[in-house]
């Protein structure tokens, strides 16, 4: 998570921008045009695979950096969409800003707290997926994520964590913020 202070320096030279539940912050197979906040509102980042199966990535909350990142620093087609699960605001800086910007020190040690953000949560969840079973995945997400399910239906959060919505019912079930094993 970004500290407050990083949050503050880009809602104040960022642009708001206002979605509506449905819009899209980027579609796949556009350049992503902006590196952004979540002032408020969710997001979900999704992609079909080669089966036409829906397939979500990310699941973006009030404070999340929200981006199609290489998309956005490569200049090339995002592989995702970025959809807005509920109405939304997002502070945004566009390429040109980001440009301008990382020739000065205090935006280009922000950049990299962004970066490593980015990093981070890709390997937590590309390692969670390959070390943890269903049930510790929804578990680390629960505790990790506090409100994911006040924000999201059961089905996002179940294709988040590569299982069917059966087995995060049954998870759920379990009551697992009990610690029942």
């Known amino acids: 998570m970004l500290s407050n202070r990083n949050i503050d320096m880009i809602k104040s030279v960022g642009k708001k921008l206002s979605f509506k539940k449905g819009d899209f912050f ?51 087609l995002s592989p995702a969409y970025i959809k807005a699960y509920s109405d939304a605001i997002v502070y945004t800086l566009d390429k040109e800003m980001y ?47 506090k409100n994911i399910e006040q924000d999201f239906p059961q089905h996002l959060i179940a294709s988040y964590l590569k299982i069917r919505p059966e087995t995060l019912s049954r998870l759920k079930s379990l009551d697992i913020r009990q610690g029942i094993k």
């Open 99 to 145: 440009s301008a910007f990382m020739n000065q020190q205090e935006w280009a040690v922000l950049f990299k707290d962004i970066s490593d953000q980015l990093f981070i949560n890709k390997c937590f969840k590309e390692t969670s997926l390959v070390k943890l079973k269903a049930k510790e995945r929804y578990s680390e997400l629960i505790s990790y994520r």
């Open 26 to 76: 980027v579609e796949e197979n556009e350049v992503c045009k902006y590196i952004g906040i979540v002032e408020s509102g969710t997001f979900y980042s999704y992609f079909e695979d080669a089966n036409l199966n829906f397939i979500v990535n990310e699941l973006y909350t009030q404070n999340s950096v929200i981006t199609s990142y290489r998309s956005f620093l490569g200049d090339i």
